[in-house]
T-cell receptor
Framework: NAGVMQNPRHLVRRRGQEARLRCSPM?????VYWYRQLPEEGLKFMVY????????ESGMPKERFSAEFPKEGPSILRIQQVVRGDSAAYFC??????????FGSGTRLTVV | KQEVTQIPAALSVPEGENLVLNCSFT??????LQWFRQDPGKGLTSLLL?????REQTSGRLNASLDKSSGRSTLYIAASQPGDSATYLC????????????FGAGTRLTVKP
């Protein structure tokens, strides 16, 4: 079991470009959560998804951010028209039904 | 709104010392509390999970306690080692259907050889 896989590990984007972050949950896990960690801050919940459904997106910024977890393939966090303030580490966690979270190693996004 | 605070923000101790990390939360109606370890540039590793009905959990040299009524948890590390150097994060989950796990900003621990 390879654990929660996130890629890329590091992503550099210019202002205005799109960033796509991928998360492959652990085998058998049907729940995916995305968190954002700003420098020197704790992790902030963004969105909770099950296959083909967004369950809770209360932590997602209203504009430019979207997430999906298709029937096949990884979960994708998409940030359109990135700005410098989007620079952060983005972590994905997955869980089975009992909601014991396992985190991936994160994607570090730098907007230049 | 749940607020999670961790004190101190940073801690440096010599090898072999016992130490305590503190976590406080403002809303005592929690589902569980979890302590994580984060190494620089890495993801989170779960250390201990305490359900709201429990008072403490132990794993090796680690012991975590929970006092819901006072909104506090402590992580006790016995006989600290340089390999324990990392950031320790406390996270609180508000309810069985609450998907918003609230994290503290962490305590950055350095254990000097």
């Amino acid at each position: 079991n390879a654990g929660v896989m996130q890629n890329p590990r590091h992503l550099v984007r210019r202002r205005g470009q799109e960033a796509r972050l991928r998360c492959s949950p652990m085998k058998g896990h049907s729940h995916v959560y995305w968190y954002r960690q700003l420098p020197e801050e704790g992790l902030k919940f963004m969105v909770y998804l099950q296959k083909e459904n967004i369950i809770d997106e209360s932590g997602m910024p209203k504009e430019r951010f979207s997430a999906e977890f298709p029937k096949e393939g990884p979960s994708i966090l998409r940030i359109q028209q990135v700005v410098r303030g989007d620079s952060a580490a983005y972590f994905c966690a997955s869980s089975p039904l009992d909601r014991t979270y396992t985190f991936g190693s994160g994607t570090r996004l730098t907007v230049v | 709104k749940q607020e999670v605070t961790q004190i101190p923000a940073a801690l440096s101790v010599p090898e072999g010392e016992n130490l305590v990390l503190n976590c406080s939360f403002t809303d005592s109606a929690i589902y569980n509390l979890q302590w994580f370890r984060q190494d620089p540039g890495k993801g989170l590793t779960s250390l201990l999970l305490i359900q709201s009905s429990q008072r403490e959990q132990t794993s090796g040299r680690l012991n975590a306690s929970l006092d819901k009524s006072s909104g506090r948890s402590t992580l006790y590390i016995a006989a600290s080692q340089p390999g324990d150097s990392a950031t320790y994060l406390c996270a609180v989950r508000g309810g069985v259907d609450n998907n918003d796990m609230r994290f503290g900003a962490g305590t950055r621990l350095t254990v000097k050889p």
